[in-house]
């Protein structure tokens, strides 16, 4: 048993992430537009007819820009809490709204998804955890901390999208205003390259094969920075950025 999974955009430009079996799959988050989608999709090879659901982390715009239109147009069932549907202003714009709960497993198909809470400047925000007869694989992003339950869950990983958004001194000395900084680094923002490695070189599994370090500032942080930040330590994990601009390459999670 196996999933595979990708990125097809990575950024608060848009954020969205595939992960599946050979049969169905589920996106987390859809932040760049439907066309968007199909392209990526298609180019990787993969079926948007085999998307079952769509699970929302947070209200913000990168991460639903695209919902409503993918949602109807393939009639998807979209995930989300009570919360980010009425902050994300969505109830009047979906077909299919399906609520879920922290800690509570949603099964799709052969697809199992947990998600749990996280700390981030939203009304409801959660990470996911989706699960294949015993293959875990975790979407971690827009976290200001590294809690108790993230820990937890990124023991447990053999792949992860794990966000590394900025470079402690190239925010400090960017031209963003103080409020901004403080937003981005004050516990409920974003994780940066130095909480992200910690996570990662204190808590990883001896199994983890892959690690795409995902939504990386455009400002605040340089992808080539982040590679050569993880590549000392990387040992026999996989770890690749993934893009702002364009799909990553489809990872097949084995789990051996």
Wanted: hydrophobic share 35%; charged share 20%; proline share 2%.
């Amino acid at each position: 048993m196996s999933l595979f999974i990708a990125s097809l955009n990575s950024g608060s430009n848009g954020n969205c992430y595939y992960i599946g079996s050979e049969r169905e799959a589920v996106l987390i988050d859809a932040g760049i537009s439907c066309r968007e989608t199909e392209k990526r999709m298609s180019r990787l090879g993969l079926r948007l007819e085999n998307v079952k659901a769509i699970f929302i982390s947070h209200e913000h715009s990168d991460h639903i820009r695209g919902l409503p239109v993918l949602s109807r147009k393939y009639r998807l069932p979209v995930y989300i809490t009570d919360g980010t549907l009425v902050h994300g202003r969505l109830s009047d714009q979906l077909l299919s709204v399906q609520s879920f709960r922290a800690f509570e497993t949603v099964t799709i198909g052969e697809l199992d998804v947990l998600a749990f809470p996280k700390a981030h400047d939203a009304a409801d925000p959660h990470s996911f955890m989706i699960t294949r007869n015993g293959i875990r694989i975790g979407v971690f992003t827009d976290i200001g901390v590294t809690c108790d339950e993230l820990v937890n869950h990124f023991r447990q990983c053999h792949a992860a999208f794990l966000e590394a958004n900025y470079d402690e001194e190239m925010l400090a000395n960017s031209r963003y205003p103080y409020f901004l900084k403080r937003r981005i680094s004050g516990g409920k923002g974003h994780l940066s390259n130095k909480q992200a490695l910690e996570l990662f070189t204190t808590h990883r599994a001896d199994y983890m094969s892959h690690l795409l370090l995902s939504h990386l500032s455009q400002e605040n942080n340089c992808p080539q920075l982040v590679q050569d930040l993880f590549a000392g330590c990387a040992g026999r994990t996989t770890v690749t950025v993934a893009s702002r601009y364009q799909e990553s390459a489809v990872y097949h999670i084995t789990g051996l």
